[in-house]
């Protein structure tokens, strides 16, 4: 099996949540007749815990603010989730001791429309799931993404909006992060429809421009990245100025340093893009730095951080 089909499966020891209880992963199984299946019509999550060894300690990273963005996307396809954010986080922590996990993880939450028959319109009822795989890092802070713009659209909020993290809208992420692969790059990026620039296919987008940053605005049909907010943080404490404005697709290429960030991407340099180098064509200082505290912060190596942190093992 290549590295890319062994990424994200689960050991068989696993335990999933499933409509109020804990099942072994393996028996986790919704009917095929699931509203959530056939119209992609849930809302997720995707979380980081990262095993510090010198502490036998997992951290999950952000859980709270997960929790609570989850809650609210919920609002908007009109599931309003009763279990509060600290609840839910209280079941991860719990669920990652039930599966013995003492390695770095990823976790995904979701709250699905669970009715079971044909038709669009949304009937109340909806269950919240969650499993968790063993995860290591996306790529190291060595190799630095070779990246596409993507012939593809990013979805608008008024189709369906990128905020919410609906799962159907995944296709979306989907086409153009597998056209990406087919072409021979790592990662796509998305331009709207007016062809100012989105964000990477599951990943908000970083540029360096004479010492700022620059990140594409929450209106630009953006998920709002739980990573890109540690980045606004990080680089308010290094002194970096930052702002939150739209780009045009050359200004990625004219650009000194390009970055990519999400939880399952983490902070990934970006080396080229559409076959134009960026910068030096290695991961830049400006993007060093930050990943250098993020990656120490994730880990609990940082205690200016430790609030960012949920402990798993010792409570
Ligand atoms: N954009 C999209 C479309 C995503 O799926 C993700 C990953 N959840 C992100 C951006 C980054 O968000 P976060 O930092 O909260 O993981």
């Known amino acids: 099996m290549n590295p890319h089909e062994q990424r994200g499966k689960a050991p068989e020891t696993a335990y999933a949540f499933l409509e109020g209880k804990f099942v072994p992963l393996h028996e986790a199984k919704i009917s095929i007749m699931t509203h959530a299946f056939l119209y992609g019509s849930g809302v997720f999550e995707g979380i980081r815990a990262y095993y510090n060894s010198a502490n036998d300690e997992v951290y999950v990273l952000k859980l709270i603010e997960h929790y609570t963005r989850m809650r609210n996307n919920a609002h908007i396809l009109m599931m309003e989730i009763t279990q509060s954010a600290q609840h839910l986080a209280e079941l991860t922590c719990e669920m990652i001791r039930k599966c013995g996990y003492r390695e770095d993880v990823y976790i995904r939450p979701m709250a699905y429309k669970s009715a079971q028959r044909i038709g669009l319109k949304w009937d109340k009822n909806h269950e919240f799931m969650m499993f968790a795989v063993p995860m290591g890092s996306y790529l190291t802070k060595e190799r630095p993404l070779n990246c596409m713009v993507s012939s593809w ?81 990080i680089a308010k404490d290094l002194g970096i100025p930052y702002e939150e404005r739209s780009m045009n697709r050359s200004e990625l290429y004219a650009s000194d340093e390009v970055f990519i960030c999400g939880t399952g991407a983490e902070i990934s340099g970006v080396g080229s893009i559409d076959r134009r180098q960026i910068g030096d064509g290695k991961t830049g200082p400006v993007t060093n730095k930050i990943q250098d505290v993020f990656f120490d912060a994730v880990r609990g190596n940082n205690p200016k951080y430790k609030n960012w942190l949920t402990p798993v093992w010792h409570r």
């Open 153 to 233: 659209r990013r979805i608008q909020d008024n189709a369906i909006p990128p905020r919410a993290k609906v799962s159907g809208s995944y296709v979306n992420v989907s086409l153009a992060a597998n056209e990406a692969r087919e072409n021979g790059y790592d990662e796509g990026l998305l331009l709207n429809e007016d062809g100012s620039v989105s964000e990477a296919a599951g990943m908000n987008i970083f540029l360096v421009r004479s010492g700022h940053l620059i990140t594409t605005p929450v209106y630009d049909n953006v998920l709002e990245g739980i990573t890109r907010a540690c980045v606004f943080e």
